[in-house]
């Protein structure tokens, strides 16, 4: 079996980071652990996994991130004291995350960036491809990303990253992508030309922006051995796929242009919060109508 038709299986959750733009809440809870609504967002990125066919997740933790590995443990107090009370609902919502996947942890002892992260997943996942979550980014499930790329990598093997169009004066806060559109086409992926790590103000090759959604083949690890530290003196893993563009290796690009939150914007968290609350069936209506009343009451107090 070749690389390109070798299927999917594991994804690494880099869930590390230090939160800092969520101080001082993340002082002692991850910021993975914010809830949208009423689950946390590390379990939306799970539940994306696993409806893409990825059932054995590693993720790479820091300090004071035991909060994630109990969120996906069992509970059996909880879990006791809900079925003597009856409450079968709330029972099946505790018990879906400890049933969700084979979730496994390492953790990255010193904070060397994304590309560091990732190759700590090394020993884990060995020699095969496998799929990398950031657990900023919330993909809506009806808008599936990771299957389309999963396609593009069957056609071309190598490397997929996951492109999002942005306005030119935010692209350097992101990884950013030149493509070759000349190789676009129903399914097909584009290729990359060219990768640049926060491209400083009026630099950038284009306004493709990596988003958090990779499927890595496994030289991938080879290449970050090997890769100095780059933007912020982290390892990055911008910087470890683009020597695989110049080395002539497949790298492709996916453009995603279906709903995307960024929960690791205080702001963008906000509005993935009231987002996905007003399209649910149990809270939407009720929380639509008092979003519009205090909407119209701001405004008429010039707020």
């Avoid at 979550?133 to 996951?162: F, N, T, Y």
């Avoid at 008092?290 to 107090?301: I, K, M």
């Amino acid at each position: 079996m070749n690389s390109s038709s070798h299927r999917i299986t594991k994804a690494v959750v880099p869930a590390a980071g230090l939160g800092t733009r969520f101080l001082p809440l993340t002082k002692a809870t991850p910021k993975e652990m914010l809830p949208v609504v009423d689950k946390p967002a590390i379990q939306y990125v799970v539940e994306e996994a696993v409806a893409a066919g990825l059932s054995d997740i590693l993720m790479v933790t820091g300090r004071n991130k035991r909060a994630l590995e109990d969120h996906f443990d069992r509970n059996y107090e909880l879990e006791e004291a809900l079925q003597r009370r009856g409450d079968q609902d709330k029972l099946d919502s505790v018990c879906a995350s400890t049933e969700l996947a084979d979730i496994h942890y390492v953790r990255q002892r010193d904070p060397k960036g994304l590309g560091h992260a990732v190759l700590c997943a090394a020993p884990h996942v060995g020699r095969e491809p496998f799929a990398v979550l950031l657990a900023d980014d919330l993909i809506d499930p009806r808008d599936p990303l990771l299957s389309r790329m999963a396609e593009v990598r069957a056609r071309h093997g190598g490397s997929v990253v996951a492109l999002m169009e942005v306005e030119p004066e935010v692209i350097h806060q992101y990884g950013c992508a030149a493509v070759d559109r000349s190789t676009a086409g129903a399914g097909a992926g584009l290729r990359i030309t060219d990768l640049v790590e926060k491209p400083a103000p009026g630099t950038a090759p284009s306004s493709l922006a990596i988003i958090g959604r990779y499927l890595l083949d496994p030289e991938i690890f080879d290449v970050l051995r090997a890769t100095e530290p780059g933007r912020g003196g982290e390892i990055q893993l911008t910087d470890a796929l683009r020597a695989l563009v110049e080395a002539g290796r497949p790298v492709h690009g996916v453009v995603f242009d279906g709903r995307r939150y960024d929960t690791g914007d205080r702001a963008e968290y906000l509005r993935a919060t009231v987002r996905l609350a007003c399209e649910r069936d149990d809270l939407g209506p009720e929380f639509l109508s008092w979003l519009r009343e205090f909407v119209g009451t701001q405004q008429l107090v010039g707020v």
